[in-house]
């Protein structure tokens, strides 16, 4: 009796992890540091080349930054358009703070990794630091649950869904290659096409996602990136009263297990295995290592601070209830916990093997330092709020 209690005491505990905010992350984690303990280990070889085997006439690496990231960007669209019609962004005055915040956490880190690389080839890696990864933000908050107001969760959740679309307008506008237009139309087509089946009240996935497929090969056939079909999808799903009954809500709700649990752990196997030279430390020095971590350790922050602070300063906004400055300086510390998003713009960015490594290595050393001091600040600090 007592190896069945305890058995069932342990299932309801990883259901309980399953359904936590900070699972995903944690699954991430490990993820990570498997990827980097294999391409250090002596299978590094094999494990190297497991992602570059070809399938379809692609690699397997391919597949997953350009197929299954796709869904990742489609959740992140669906996450968008519900805050956007029931969530937070549904209160211009409300939604203002956290979309001001998430402008300044993006332009700040630019403007520090440009200065820093104007002029050079690495001048393109301006967008890596502007990104916020949302899993393992949240992740450390959930962790803070009794320590900070409720209301802060839902700012830098806002902010960072805010910061997850403007790094989708980035890579749509700066990383695109090859344009191809006559495929670029076509793919806008589709897009129509699928906003109008909306709008005749059509509601059936069995329709939107095959559509959503075709949409998903013109765009990869278009040069721009192939995710951003992920989020046209996204906002073409219908919504309507965004109850358990809409195809949006329902898509929603079943992808994000599939989308922690796979494809995010799968994306960190296959772009975070860092092979470090003799000389790693090299390569954490050079303008555009330097412009990325100073851009997430920084630039996010300060950007996030400061363009709240003139948000409120100016009365176009006010604090969250229970949200004090010093709070705000934590969510910016968290804020530049880049990894996901900004290790996906580093393969857009850059193709030498030297500055990929240099680049993903520099976003994890930020990663875990803007994490921790993050955590540190919102679990001892107090302050008063700005009137």
Do not use: C
């Amino acid at each position: 009796m007592t190896i069945e209690r305890g058995k069932r005491k342990l299932a309801g505990l990883f259901a309980e992890f399953l359904e936590s905010e900070m699972s995903s992350g944690v699954v991430l984690f490990l993820a990570t540091v498997v990827a980097i303990t294999l391409a250090n280990s002596p299978l590094a070889d094999a494990y190297g080349r497991l992602w570059h085997a070809e399938f379809l006439g692609h690699t397997l690496q391919h597949w997953i930054n350009d197929g299954l990231m796709a869904v990742f960007f489609l959740l992140i669209g669906l996450e968008i358009e519900r805050e956007l019609y029931v969530g937070e962004l549904t209160d211009h005055k409300k939604a203002l703070l956290p979309i001001v915040a998430a402008v300044g956490g993006m332009a700040v880190p630019a403007v520090i990794h440009f200065l820093l690389n104007h002029g050079t080839a690495t001048a393109k890696g301006a967008g890596i630091p502007t990104a916020t990864d949302i899993a393992f933000a949240i992740g450390i908050l959930s962790f803070l649950k009794k320590r900070i107001p409720s209301t802060l969760k839902v700012f830098l959740v806002a902010l960072a869904i805010i910061d997850d679309l403007g790094a989708i307008v980035v890579i749509a506008l700066f990383y695109a290659a090859g344009l191809s237009i006559p495929h670029l139309v076509a793919a806008l087509a589709v897009f129509a096409l699928l906003l109008a089946l909306n709008r005749f009240g059509l509601s059936r996935l069995s329709i939107f996602l095959p559509v959503g497929l075709l949409m998903w090969y013109l765009m990869l056939q278009s040069g721009v990136h192939a995710t951003i079909a992920g989020v046209l999808l996204a906002f073409a799903v219908p919504f309507r009263s965004g109850d358990g009954a809409s195809p949006s809500y329902r898509l929603q709700h079943f992808l994000h297990k599939p989308v922690g649990f796979v494809i995010m752990p799968l994306f960190a196997l296959a772009n975070t295995g860092l092979r470090l030279p003799e000389r790693w430390l090299d390569s954490v020095v050079t303008a555009n290592s330097l412009g990325i971590m100073m851009g997430l350790l920084i630039g996010k922050p300060l950007g996030i601070w400061l363009f709240s602070y003139l948000a409120v300063r100016w009365k176009l906004s006010a604090l969250p209830a229970g949200v004090r400055w010093r709070h705000v300086v934590g969510a910016g510390m968290l804020g530049g916990i880049g990894f996901t998003m900004s290790i996906f713009i580093t393969t857009l960015a850059f193709e030498d093997d030297q500055l990929l490594i240099g680049s993903k290595l520099s976003i994890l050393v930020a990663s875990v330092l803007a994490g921790g001091t993050g955590y540190l600040i919102l679990r001892n600090g107090t302050g008063a709020r700005v009137r």
